[in-house]
Each structure stands twice: as C-alpha cells, then as structure tokens.
C-alpha cells in the first residue's frame, strides 16, 4: 500500500472519528436540550395550574376549566392525586398510571412533573413522542451525513496528500534517473517552497556532491595512472621484441616471451582502464547518427577470424531495417567487440550469436554463447569493475571488458543486462533509436 493511501486513510479515519464523536455529542445534547425544554413547559403548566385546585366542601378538584385549559399545550395531561388515589384528570392519561411524587420523572413514554399543592400532588405531563422525533429525525440527517462526509473525505484527502506527494514523487524520480544513468553531475530539484522536503533535497544534493568530486577524483587518478602507464609500457614491449630479435639464447628466449607476454596484458589492462576512465567521463565521445546494422556487421566480420580460429561458429542476424542510434561508433564497436571477445573467451565449442532487432523505440542487441554461463551470485556483479565469478577467470582477462561496455552503454542512455540460458549465456544491450529513424 502507497505512502499516499496510507496517508489518506489515516485521515479519513481521523475525520471519521471526529464526526462520530460530534455526531454523539449532538445527539446528546439535543436530547438534554430538548428533555429540559420539556421540563419547563412542565413546571410552567404547574404554575399556571396550581391556583385551580381547591379543596371545597372538604374535595379536592380543579376549578375554572375553561380559563385554564386555553394555556396550556394541547398534549398536556394534568393529574391530581389526594390521599385517596387519583382525583381528577384533565387530557389523556398515561398508562400505566404513575405514582404521585414531585419532581420529574419518566414513565413509559411520558415525562412528568409533580408538585405539592393544598396537600394534594399535582402532575404534569406530555408524551415524548415529540421528543423522539425529533432525534430521530437527527439520527437520520447523520446517517446521511456522516457517510458523505467520510466520502468526501477520502476523495479531497487523495486529491490533497497527491498534491503534498508531488515534491516527493519528482525527488524520487529524479533520484532514480541519477542513479540509472549514473548522473552524479546533476542536483535533485529543489522544491520551491523552502520546507522539510526543501531541507531534505539540499542535503541529497550536498550529498551528491560530496560523491560526484569523490568519484571524478577517482576517475581522474585511473585516467592519469593509465596514461602515464602506457608510454613505458610501449616503450618496454619494443625494447623486448628488440631483444627477442638479437635473442640467440634459447632459455633467455622462453624468458623474453614469457615477459614480452606480461607486458602485453599489462599495456592491454592499462589500455581498458583508460578507456573505462573516458567512457565514464564521457571524454573524448560523439553523439552522430549511425547505423547499428552496418557497426554490428562490420566488427562481426573483423572478428569472425578469431572465431573459426577456436573453431566457433559466429551467427549473426539483424534487423533487415536499418535501426539509427545517437552515439559515438569507436565507443559502441569497443563495446561490441568487448562481448563478443567475452563470449570467445568463455565458450570451449560450440556456437556465438549475435542477433540486433527493434523492440518499441529502443534497439536490442543480444550475444549469447554455448559456454558454461554465469554463476547465479554472480549476475549481479558482472559489470563491476575486476569482478571475476571464478578463480580460474583471472588467468584469461582483467575483469574490465563487461564494466566497460555498461560505462559506453549507460553513456548513451541504453541499459545492460546479463542472463543465463539452459545452455549458455547472455548479455543484452538496449540502446534508444533516433527519434524518426525507424519505421
């Protein structure tokens, strides 16, 4: 459940609470509002009632009946109990009979007043009929509006917390395209009201750049140690071929080629880590049109030597459209070269293929292999930086291929992947098609 329903529900219980505590309030009130009303037309109508009754020839009775009736309200019921019992009665009366006393009371569905008067009590009384229909009527406006209310509630609270999300929505958005595309350069937006959520995204933004002169500066030091690497390294092969050639020993011979050998992992080590450095950076890279069809048959050709070398069958099928990408085509053909030269690496026999076909607006290009695949815990890692899933994988490359073909990839804005299959592996490669350029 989302933040913003959470959010919306709280409230919606909130208000729903409310009301019901102010629906019972009411209610309460009401009834204690209109009970004492009643309780005062009662006492009223003893007042006017009690100079009527006397006590005659020794008999209790209430006198002059037609002055007093006209003052009092129609459902009104006068009661006069001596000694005896019930003496007189004016209206309707109750059932059952109540006892005489004084003060107010409730019998049945009447409430009664009683006073003392010439040693006789005098009720008065009146249904409560009126009384419960009047709450009733209450309870039946809550019921309706209590409900829509609550309703009411739930929509606006929606609407509301959506608004109160917007910020946190376009943060985490933002956030996640940074972290995708690696954009460490770039600060989160800044709300324009300066609230928490103001203060939150300055910090994640004195974060990232706390980060990004982090990483440059570890990009530059790779950068600069690969570039002051190569020349002695150059410099050291030519001298050890030169040796190999005045070379007529046979022992210092398997010695030269043995160094000759580490000297070329190492110069082609260094070569990756620079072009690793400058393809993160993005130094030194184009965006212009380019075919994909026309690079991936070019570098398949150029590499399909090696593969029949190993005795490989290198398959190749592509899109029969042509599919135009945005970049740079040294930095993509390095990248292409990279996986295949990985897949090479890693299939004993068997079969590569290379397959490039339009999926929506972007261009897949895939290269699975015959090979043993990937180990399970590995898939996560393998386009970390000298990540190697084996031991034994250190004694054929540097672990930098697959890190530099996701630092080319994610530069033009594609995304990479690795996968197994029930007899290889794969790696796949999205890259955005130019806008217009497929049909």
């Known amino acids: 459940m989302s933040l913003r329903l959470r ?41 006017l009632a009690g100079p009527w009754v006397n006590s005659d020839n020794g008999q209790l009775s209430l006198s002059q009946e037609g002055e007093l009736l006209p003052q ?64 009733a009527a209450l309870d039946r406006i809550l019921w309706v509006v209590a409900p829509g209310a609550l309703l009411l509630a739930l929509g606006l609270g929606y609407l509301l917390m959506g608004r109160a999300l917007n910020p946190v929505r376009l943060l985490t958005q933002a ?16 709300p324009a009201v300066r609230d928490e959520l103001f203060t939150l995204s300055r910090a994640f933004n004195e974060l990232l750049q706390s980060l990004g002169e982090l990483i440059e500066s570890e990009r530059r030091f790779t950068q600069d140690a690969a570039h002051e690497l190569r020349t002695p390294l150059t410099v050291l092969l030519g001298r050890l071929e030169q ?67 190993k005795g490989l069958a290198l398959r190749v099928f592509l899109w029969e459209e042509p599919l135009e990408v945005m970049g740079d085509r040294l930095a993509l053909g390095l990248a292409l070269r990279n996986l295949l030269e990985n897949a090479l690496k890693f299939t004993a026999a068997g079969e590569v293929r290379l397959t490039l076909r339009k999926e929506g607006q972007e261009a897949l290009l895939q290269v699975e292999d015959t090979g043993g695949g990937f180990p399970e815990e590995a898939l996560p890692h393998v386009f970390q930086r000298f990540y190697q899933a084996r031991v034994e994988h250190r004694r054929n490359g540097s672990g930098l291929g697959l890190a530099l073909v996701a630092a080319i990839v994610r530069w033009h804005g594609g995304t990479v992947k690795a996968a197994n299959l029930p007899q290889g592996a794969q790696i796949g490669v999205r890259l955005p098609l130019r806008t217009g350029s497929a049909r």
């Open 7 to 47: 959010l919306t529900l709280f409230y919606a219980l909130l208000v729903g609470g409310v009301l019901l505590l102010a629906g019972v309030g009411l209610r309460l009130g009401l009834e204690r509002i209109l009970r004492s009303e009643l309780d005062q037309s009662l006492h009223a109508a003893l007042i």
């Open 72 to 135: 009092l309200p129609p459902d009104l019921t006068l009661l006069l109990f001596g000694p005896q019992g019930l003496v007189e009665a004016l209206g309707k009366k109750p059932q059952p009979l109540p006892s005489p006393r004084e003060g107010c009371f409730t019998t049945g569905s009447w409430r009664l007043c009683g006073r003392t008067v010439e040693k006789a009590t005098l009720l008065a009384g009146r249904p409560l009929a009126g009384l419960e229909e009047s709450l």
């Open 175 to 190: 956030a996640r395209e940074r972290a995708v595309g690696r954009i460490w350069n770039r600060p989160l937006p800044e």
């Open 243 to 309: 040796a190999q050639e005045e070379n007529r020993d046979p022992q210092v011979a398997r010695a030269l080629e043995h160094a000759h050998r580490s000297a070329g992992r190492m110069l082609a080590l260094v070569e990756k880590l620079l072009h690793l450095a400058r393809a993160e950076a993005g130094q030194g890279l184009l965006r212009e049109p380019l075919l994909l069809n026309r690079l991936l048959a070019e570098e398949a050709e150029d590499l399909r030597p090696l593969f029949e070398a």
